[in-house]
T-cell receptor, first 109, second 114 residues
Framework: KNEVEQSPQNLTAQEGEFITINCSYS?????LHWLQQHPGGGIVSLFM???GKKKHGRLIATINIQEKHSSLHITASHPRDSAVYIC???????????FGTGTRLQVFP | EAQVTQNPRYLITVTGKKLTVTCSQN?????MSWYRQDPGLGLRQIYY???????DKGDVPEGYKVSRKEKRNFPLILESPSPNQTSLYFC?????????????FGNGTRLTVT
């Protein structure tokens, strides 16, 4: 079993829909990162969080340390949000990043 | 413009021919790292560096070397590439490590070893 599991693996949505991507992990962590990888391959950091909730524009990231779970929400989704979203956790014990395999999101007009 | 620059973007080579992928950042970041990305496996860390002259192995260091002689540069060296090193490679940097700073990624290098 992977230490970081993302769900769903693939997600399609109509423009305007509310999107939720989930990340569950099995190790103790110091921080959690959400990344976005565009079809061209480039990777952008969206959030880094260790507790609570962060918001940036239409994106919201939450984390529940006790339940070892994080969610990434996209409100009013748009075709330009189509990308692969990757969750990565920083292991408290090893101080290394462990990546999920990503959630591929496609938003149609 | 603040950025991480990787070169080349695409590289096709033959087994055993030494190659270097360069990585440079202009943000005065202390932390730099290399990852490879393979279908179904996600990103995996190869090596990382917390500061000049300090490097550590990641999860998949076999077949790779790195050096950090200057703060801005962190080249990835494949002394004798093999076909199983065909992959998409990313360099990344952050101000003070992934515990407290977001990562900034280069645009990636797609390597094919025949």
């Amino acid at each position: 079993k992977n230490e970081v599991e993302q769900s769903p693996q693939n997600l399609t949505a109509q423009e305007g829909e509310f999107i939720t991507i989930n990340c569950s992990y099995s190790v103790g962590i110091s921080a959690l990162h959400w990344l976005q990888q565009h079809p061209g391959g480039g990777i952008v950091s969206l959030f880094m969080l260790s507790s609570g909730k962060k918001k940036h524009g239409r994106l919201i990231a939450t984390i529940n340390i006790q339940e070892k779970h994080s969610s990434l929400h996209i409100t009013a989704s748009h075709p330009r949000d189509s990308a692969v979203y990757i969750c990565a956790v920083l292991s408290y014990n090893t101080d290394k990043l462990i990546f999920g395999t990503g959630t591929r999101l496609q938003v149609f007009p | 413009e603040a950025q991480v620059t990787q070169n080349p973007r695409y590289l096709i080579t033959v087994t055993g021919k030494k190659l270097t992928v360069t990585c440079s950042q202009n943000m005065n970041h202390e932390y730099m790292s290399w990852y490879r990305q393979d279908p179904g496996l996600g990103l995996r860390q190869i090596y990382y560096s917390m500061n000049v002259e300090v490097t550590d192995k990641g999860d998949v260091p076999e077949g790779y070397k790195v050096s950090r002689k200057e703060k801005r540069n962190f080249p990835l060296i494949l002394e004798s590439p093999s076909p199983n090193q065909t992959s998409l490679y990313f360099c990344a940097s952050s101000y003070s490590g992934t515990r407290s700073s977001p990562l900034h990624f280069g645009n990636g290098t797609r390597l094919t070893v025949t």
